[in-house]
């Protein structure tokens, strides 16, 4: 029973109104009609729900306003004062009741890569939806890093979900902030958020088969994440079921899903390589999903800038590849990318010498689409230049995606020498023995002048040799 003003001192009348009152960690009700009857307390009892009457802390709490509580009386029976309450399961709890949802990520357990100025990632799920920044003491998360920053909620099981909300700051600065940020359920890519300026959720829905998981994650990759709210909403009559989840191979767009896609926040594991890496500037900036090709923002690419330097990524499984999207470096030096090729598989080149794009956001297409082209890699290679990609997507058409793999391209006669260890006797000038088995007839290996003279290529096992093909120089 709550007691609020009786008179209407400081027009504090009614001020309870809108606040939440918590037993435990869950909410019992949202306090309302404390203006009617103000001679009289008023009662609560979680609208009936016993589950949601056990506990040691009763709790109320509103954001932006005074709390005047005259009195408050917390009433239980005589005959149960001695009795052992039921155990409360607030891991499991149904959450915040909203009208024919549940918001079963209300109070839940949260985590966020980095913390700015105490905005803890708990105040996402804190019921109050309030846009503004005030630091410390208001509603909104704020990480600190700016490079892969993410916040976590756990819901404590999976759920069949039917749509999440999202609020992010709304002020001039900090709405930009959840531009672009890449929504996960469990590790499945579920949508991409968009500027917070207006007022109100961003409310966010996808392919049914992704809507169930357990931790919903959001991410941003050179960029702050600020989250005033997010609500995952879970239908009443759905609460209890336990759904069907699903290990989805990338992000879809269209007809297609791009089976390149591997973010460092979701996934352990890497799926690519490159020969060398500059200053930091690793593989797996190729193919975490952020297409800005600008190094400051941290999602790009770079090897070093002599012999033969590749990028390499890793498929989950052998798949017809329908087009191949490349996007370069755009602060710089977009001439680069000019004479690269593309590989599928082992040795099936889909695209060589590439030319420079007219502008530097502009994407490189590899149309495969009236080829059957079939692979479990995909490899850019570029010689002598810096290889910095922005972003590297393998777009697969949907119907193709859980079709029977295939068996990848097998040429009649291959070039088992391509890219095996190589060594010689001596090196004149960095013309390596590797030059001579980079499938680059213009690179050419060079000994120093001495009495005996030799170059060696490792085939790794036995073959039954067809014939041996030796490229010498052209010029004089």
Not at 22 to 34: A, H, K, R, S, T
Not at 293 to 309: E, R, Y
Not at 317 to 327: A, E, P, Q, S
């Amino acid at each position: 029973v709550i007691y609020g003003l009786s008179d209407n001192w400081n027009n504090d009348v009614g001020i309870l109104n809108g606040a939440y009152l918590m037993i435990g960690d869950q909410l019992c009700e949202v306090i309302e009609g404390m203006k009617e009857d103000r001679d009289q307390g008023h009662t609560f009892n979680c609208k009936g729900d016993e589950s949601k009457r056990v506990g040691k802390v009763v709790r109320i709490e509103k954001w932006w306003s005074r709390i005047v509580i005259c009195e408050v009386e917390v009433m239980v029976r005589k005959d149960q004062l001695e009795a052992e309450p039921p155990t409360s399961d607030t891991t499991l709890s149904n959450g915040q009741e909203m009208g024919e949802f549940y918001n079963v990520a209300f109070k839940k357990s949260t985590s966020q890569s980095s913390t700015r100025v105490s905005a803890d990632a708990s105040k996402a799920v804190d019921g109050w939806a309030i846009q503004v920044w005030a630091g410390a003491g208001g509603s909104c998360t704020l990480t600190n890093d700016r490079f892969y920053d993410n916040w976590k909620v756990d819901l404590g099981r999976d759920f069949k979900i039917d749509h999440i909300r999202v609020w992010g700051q709304n002020s001039k600065s900090g709405s930009a902030y959840m531009a672009g940020a890449m929504l996960w359920i469990d590790g499945n890519l579920c949508s991409r958020l968009s500027d917070m300026t207006t007022n109100g959720p961003e409310e966010v829905r996808c392919a049914e088969e992704l809507m169930a998981g357990r931790v919903i994650t959001i991410s941003q990759t050179s960029q702050f994440v600020s989250l005033c709210e997010v609500q995952v909403m879970v239908k009443k009559t759905e609460i209890d079921v336990v759904p069907e989840t699903v290990v989805w191979p990338g992000e879809t767009v269209g007809d297609f899903t791009n089976v390149a896609l591997n973010n460092r926040v979701v996934h352990e594991e890497g799926t690519a390589t490159q020969s060398t890496t500059f200053q930091g500037y690793d593989a797996r900036r190729g193919n975490d999903g952020d297409q800005r090709g600008a190094m400051n923002l941290k999602s790009v690419t770079h090897t070093q800038c002599w012999g033969l330097q590749f990028w390499k990524v890793e498929l989950e499984r052998v798949y017809k590849i329908d087009h191949i999207t490349l996007y370069g470096r755009t602060d710089c030096c977009k001439e680069r990318i000019q004479g690269a090729r593309v590989i599928v598989g082992k040795s099936q080149i889909v695209a060589k010498d590439i030319p420079a794009p007219t502008e530097a956001a502009d994407p490189i297409e590899v149309d495969l689409s009236g080829e059957e082209v079939y692979g479990k890699s995909v490899r850019v290679e570029l010689l002598d230049e810096c290889l910095s990609l922005a972003e590297v997507e393998v777009w697969v058409a949907n119907s193709d995606l859980f079709e029977e793999e295939q068996p990848t391209f097998t040429p009649q006669i291959e070039n088992v020498a391509y890219l095996r260890p190589a060594t010689q006797s001596s090196t004149f000038q960095s013309k390596y023995a590797a030059d001579a088995v980079d499938g680059y007839p213009s690179t050419c290996s060079h000994t120093l002048h001495e009495p005996v003279n030799w170059w060696e290529v490792d085939l790794g096992e036995e073959f039954y040799i067809q014939h041996i093909t030796v490229v010498g120089r052209s010029d004089n």
